[in-house]
């Protein structure tokens, strides 16, 4: 694979970066909308802190994989233990992290001899290019900063659902957290006695994860839960890089956690906006292979 130079116009938009681009209080909007589904039974939702951050218009491409990147470092401080390396230096991640800076650290990681082998399979170098990447550079990059993570591979017919046998596993055995009379921050607590958002519809329980690095033929995104109907069916609750959040959302989660009001839970406008975050098996049985990344 030969490496293409990132043009000059997209280079100066990605290395000028803000956070324009990126919602801090999604998930207790999400989790308010979730409960109020009808049909709802239960649902596992990552950490409140996990953000939202979708593609720069008008750059080329979604750089859906470092948009992953992004996602899943500005949740792990909030998750992380305190003991962990990588929180030595409490500046490091705190920032958004620029595509340019995410290409150096990957290639920092290759250097250090973090799955090396995806140097030569990506063609030699990342800086300066357009060159996707996926599980194997958010592995390597984790794994450099001493986040400890697993990789997973599912193939096969029924890939989808061990996909979703996976996830809900990796979220249901974690801690909830619950939210003290103050409102101002949640706490962890035992899983005997898990924080139910009430609604009309089931319970939405908010962990202590970090969200997934989810990879699929041609695309990546990020898992941040997964939700069970009445009937059964699963969904995977996931940010798509390529999309940006209803205005509905952006009007209300600048920076606070407003939840959307009783009357945005429900009917049409609820189900529309949930549409956009919700994964089923209509969706997932394209494909017959998924990687995903998940810090342990």
């Known amino acids: 694979m030969k490496p293409s130079p990132i043009s000059p116009r997209t280079a100066t938009l990605l290395a000028a970066e803000t956070d324009t681009n990126t919602l801090p209080a999604v998930l ?31 750059t080329e491409g979604q750089w859906c994989g470092y948009r992953n990147l992004q996602m899943l470092l500005l949740a792990l401080p909030s998750v992380l233990p305190a003991t962990s390396p990588v929180l030595r230096e409490p500046e490091f991640l705190k920032t958004k992290f620029t595509i340019p800076q995410l290409q150096s650290l990957i290639e920092s990681a290759w250097t250090q001899g973090f799955n090396a082998h995806s140097r030569d399979q990506l063609g030699g170098r990342l800086v300066g290019t357009t060159t996707f990447i996926g599980t194997p550079e958010a592995e390597a990059l984790l794994l450099s900063l001493g986040v400890p993570c697993t990789g997973h591979v599912f193939k096969g017919p029924e890939a989808w659902i061990e996909l979703l046998d ?34 009309n519809g089931g319970s939405v329980i908010s962990t202590t994860r970090p969200p997934i690095f989810l990879q699929r033929p041609g695309h990546s995104i990020t898992i941040i839960g997964l939700s069970r109907s009445t009937s059964g069916k699963r969904h995977l609750l996931v940010f798509d890089p390529a999309w940006s959040p209803p205005s509905a959302l952006r009007r209300r989660g600048g920076g606070g956690n407003e939840a959307p009001t009783c009357g945005e839970c429900e009917g049409w406008a609820a189900k529309w906006m949930l549409r956009q975050y919700r994964k089923g098996g209509r969706y997932l049985g394209r494909w017959r292979e998924f990687e995903t990344v998940s810090v342990d």
């Open 166 to 199: 996976s996830v809900e596993e990796y979220f249901s055995s974690s801690c909830a957290l619950s939210a003290p009379p103050d409102g101002k921050a949640v706490k962890a607590i035992s899983d005997e006695t898990p924080l139910k958002c009430e609604g």
């Open 28 to 58: 207790p909007q999400l989790s308010r909308l979730l409960s109020h589904s009808p049909n709802l039974q239960q649902a596992f939702l990552s950490h409140p802190s996990t953000p939202q951050v979708w593609k720069i218009f008008p």
